[in-house]
């Protein structure tokens, strides 16, 4: 997917370049969509894990830091895993894969929401669950301008400074420390 995008990923391009035959590659995925839910839930997975290493280190940090923290970290993320990007184009290609990307979303809101929390999160209820998923969907849009910096050190730093700056501005007023 990161060579060819979301449209070169067919299952018998995946079968030629794993060296397997169709038939097998068919048990587990029937079509290009179930293969890209399969991906989705791999970066769950994945990331998830770097979430709660980014916890650990939010009870030792301000709020404002972490933030910085995690868009660099995301912005590596990407680097280190190319399909992220053509991954992120395809989650808005593919109308079949809309109910399980918003499902995506939800999960990282949830967790994201407990990571604000630990930084001083003063939001509850509908109005928290409403400003994790906008965090998220921020977080989101940074990714896909990460994957669309076509690895140019300079442009990600950039990017980098631009979302912080952003993600800064819409958090402030909804924590409840202030410190820098």
């Known amino acids: ?13 995946v079968c030629d370049r794993a060296n397997v035959k169709q038939t097998s590659i068919y048990r587990y995925w029937p079509n290009q969509t179930a293969l890209l839910v399969s991906i989705i839930s791999f970066f769950e997975d994945d990331y998830q894990s770097r979430i ?27 680097a280190s895993h190319p399909w992220v990007f053509a991954g992120l184009a ?5 109308i ?3 109910q399980r ?13 407990h990571l604000l929390k630990i930084g ?20 989101d849009s940074f990714m896909f301008a990460v994957g669309r910096a076509d690895g140019s050190d300079k442009l990600i730093a950039d990017i980098i400074e631009d979302y ?8 402030k007023p909804k924590m409840q420390s202030e410190q820098e």
């Not at 997917?1 to 391009?13: F, H, P, V």
């Not at 109005?127 to 994790?132: F, N, W």
């Not at 912080?164 to 958090?171: E, K, N, R």
């Open 1 to 13: 997917m990161a060579e060819r995008g979301y449209g070169g990923l067919t299952l018998s391009a």
């Open 120 to 139: 001083g999160f003063a939001v509850r209820g509908e109005e928290e669950a409403r400003v994790s998923r906008t965090y998220v969907l921020i977080l």
């Open 90 to 94: 395809a989650v808005r290609a593919d």
């Open 164 to 171: 912080h700056d952003v993600i800064i501005s819409y958090l």
């Open 52 to 78: 709660k290493l980014l916890e650990e280190v939010a009870f030792d940090q301000p709020w404002q830091k972490v933030q910085k923290i995690l868009l660099q970290g995301l912005a590596e993320y990407c």
């Open 96 to 98: 079949g894969v809309a």
């Open 101 to 113: 990307h918003q499902q995506t979303l939800d999960f990282f809101a949830t967790r994201y929401a």
